[in-house]
């Protein structure tokens, strides 16, 4: 399939699936003419990395996780759990330091509110 049907399958744009390629995401496809030609394979390591990058993950977080099952078509339980993990903690650490910023404006809205009364 051409890169067109590929975005239309994966929803990515083409942009991005060339991208994906120059980063090595997804593999060097062949070609036929001038035209690059993907697989099935391909629409599903797209759809994977969009849904990774959903959920927060970067380009470079997911490269070595998706480069491997590109070569492999296998992925990697133990790696893709390890990634998970360690976005989710990041995630919670976020979520605290943004809990402590709202306490620190609820407390600086109470004073400035004090001094104004």
């Excluded at 994906?20 to 759809?47: C, N």
């Amino acid at each position: 399939m051409y890169i067109g049907k590929l975005a239309k399958l994966s929803g990515a744009t083409p942009k991005a699936i060339r991208l994906y390629e120059a980063m090595g995401l997804i593999p060097v496809p062949s070609r036929q003419g001038q035209y690059r030609v993907y697989s099935l394979k391909d629409v599903s390591l797209v759809h994977m990395i969009r849904r990774a990058q959903a959920v927060g993950f970067s380009l470079a977080e997911l490269k070595p996780l998706v480069a491997l099952k590109a070569k492999t078509n296998q992925l990697s339980i133990e790696e893709a759990n390890l990634l998970i993990a360690r976005k989710r903690e990041k995630l919670r650490n976020d979520m605290d330091k943004i809990m402590s910023q709202d306490q620190q404006l609820m407390a600086l809205h109470e004073e400035l509110n004090r001094i104004s009364a």
